[in-house]
């Protein structure tokens, strides 16, 4: 069985200072991890993939297989980054997302 | 651009109604999914389809069906609604092995 779980339901910072929300995994063979973000009234769309090994929006995350982690990062949060958050795996030979609990990232000014 | 489309953004109904959601895509992806998003639960898959008139249950299949007769359109089938249905669904698209696309969701309530 495949598992996502996000520890946080809510993030809160200032702008400005750094971001990390957290993703772990449970998948026993070799995941395909994503970042979706969904903005206030918009559709939930991609942030990144584990695979693409870009930055977008400034948003980073590394695959950890060791500590089964998938982290997303950013130094400086812009409050135009408030959104919901949700960590994605897709096991290999699927075709299937499996997502966290999503979180709420709020970043006040 | 992919589109993927919703009939509908707003869904009032009654209990017991039949309710149909109708997903349309634009990019010819053989992969369509319906998941339903609710405070606190995330995103759960209630059923998938990877090619016409095919369908797979998902984690959540218990009170809906759904239909695949075209590649773009999927429908999602509540034949009897309940309360417990309440939620915002939404529709994803997807070419194998590629990222998925979702939909603006239909926020439906059942009265």
């Known amino acids: 069985a495949q598992r996502v779980t996000q520890p946080e339901k809510l993030l809160s910072v200032f702008k400005g200072a750094p971001v990390e929300l957290k993703c772990n995994y449970s998948?026993?063979?070799?995941?395909?991890l994503f970042w979706y973000v969904q903005y206030s009234r918009q559709r939930l769309q991609l942030l990144l993939r584990?695979?693409s090994r870009e930055s977008i929006k400034g948003f980073t995350a590394d695959l950890n297989k060791g500590e089964t982690s998938f982290h997303l990062k950013k130094p400086f949060a812009q409050e135009e980054d408030s959104a919901m958050y949700y960590c994605?795996?897709?096991?290999?030979?699927?075709?299937?997302?499996?997502f966290g609990k999503g979180t709420m990232l709020l970043v006040s000014p | 651009d992919v589109k993927v489309t919703q009939s509908s953004r707003y869904l009032v109904k009654r209990t017991g109604e039949k309710v149909f959601l109708e997903c349309v895509q634009d990019?010819?992806?053989?992969?369509m999914f319906w998941y339903r998003q609710d405070p606190g639960l995330g995103l759960r898959l209630i059923y998938f389809?990877?090619?016409?008139?095919?369908?797979e249950k998902g984690d959540i299949p218990e009170g809906y069906s759904v239909s695949r007769e075209k590649k773009e359109r999927f429908s999602l089938i509540l034949e009897s609604a309940s309360t417990n249905q309440t939620s915002m669904y939404l529709c994803?698209?997807?070419?194998?092995?590629?990222?998925?696309?979702f939909g603006p969701g239909t926020r439906l309530t059942v009265l």
């Open positions: 994803a698209s997807s070419r194998r092995g590629d990222r998925g696309f």
């Open positions: 998948y026993s063979g070799s995941p395909e």
């Open positions: 584990h695979i």
């Open positions: 994605a795996l897709r096991g290999s030979g699927y075709s299937t997302l499996t």
């Open positions: 990019m010819d992806h053989e992969n």
């Open positions: 389809s990877y090619d016409v008139k095919m369908k």
